[in-house]
Structure formats: structure tokens, C-alpha cells
């Protein structure tokens, strides 16, 4: 990366120093995503939290290398992908736990989590109690 970026700044020197024009305004460094590009993300995700998604995958919906989409999407967001799907997955079985109807097994499974412990370890990371004590609170 920071090979790239000493090739970018000495391109862009030699351009401004060659340009026949002494007018020539660099063009800002992009910051992490645009705002649509996060947007797109994110209703893909909700879409799929049912499922495990990868970074190519997420790369691959944007026409991003997968290294560049990391960076950026944590410039964008302030946040890994994969700690954005954990909370995008924890915010929808918050909501599902309002229903006591259904059983946390159910939660976990609908919320792409392959076994209770699992779920209950990425709820309590996130929320600081368990999916049961959760529950119960509400």
C-alpha cells in the first residue's frame, strides 16, 4: 500500500511538472467508500443474514479487490466488515427476541449462527449479556 501510494504522489508530481497546463488541480485521494457503495453493502448483508458472506463476495458486488474493499469499507464505516455483519446480525435477533414465542435456537439459525453457543457468544459480546437474559429483560 504504501508502495502504491509513493507511485501515486510521484505520478502525480511528474504530471504537474510536464502538464502544459499550470492549472491542473490534483484530484483529492478517495476516503474509504462512497456513500451509495455502503449503502449497497449493507442492504446485502441484511438480505443474507441468514448465510455466511465472504469479502470476495462483498468485493466482488462493488468491482473491488478484496484488500482495497477492507480498507475502504473500514474508512467508510469506522468498522471491519465482519464486526459490521456481527452487529447487523445482533440488531435483527434483538428484535426477534421480542417475540417469546420463538426459541433462541430458532434466532440463532435465522440469524446465521450454526449453533446456540455460538450465537449466544457473538450476542454477548455485542450486547453484554446472553440472548436468555436479554429476554428476560424486555
Not at 502544459?20 to 455502503?38: D, I, M
Not at 440488531?91 to 446456540?116: C, F, H, K, W
Amino acid at each position: 500500500m504504501i508502495i502504491e501510494q509513493t507511485i501515486d504522489v510521484l505520478c502525480l508530481h511528474l504530471l504537474r511538472e510536464h502538464s502544459s497546463s499550470a492549472c491542473v488541480a490534483p484530484e483529492a485521494p478517495r476516503r474509504g467508500l462512497a456513500e451509495w457503495q455502503v449503502r449497497k453493502i449493507h442492504a446485502y448483508l441484511k438480505e443474507n443474514l441468514d448465510r455466511d458472506v465472504g469479502l470476495d463476495e462483498l468485493a466482488a458486488l462493488l468491482g473491488l479487490s478484496r484488500f482495497y474493499f477492507c480498507t475502504a469499507f473500514r474508512k467508510a464505516t469506522g468498522l471491519t466488515p465482519h464486526r459490521f455483519f456481527v452487529s447487523l446480525r445482533i440488531a435483527q435477533a434483538r428484535e426477534l427476541l421480542r417475540d417469546i414465542r420463538m426459541p433462541i435456537t430458532q434466532i440463532a439459525a435465522s440469524v446465521g449462527y450454526q449453533t446456540p453457543s455460538a450465537f449466544a457468544t457473538a450476542f454477548r459480546a455485542i450486547e453484554g449479556t446472553s440472548p436468555s437474559e436479554f429476554r428476560r429483560r424486555l
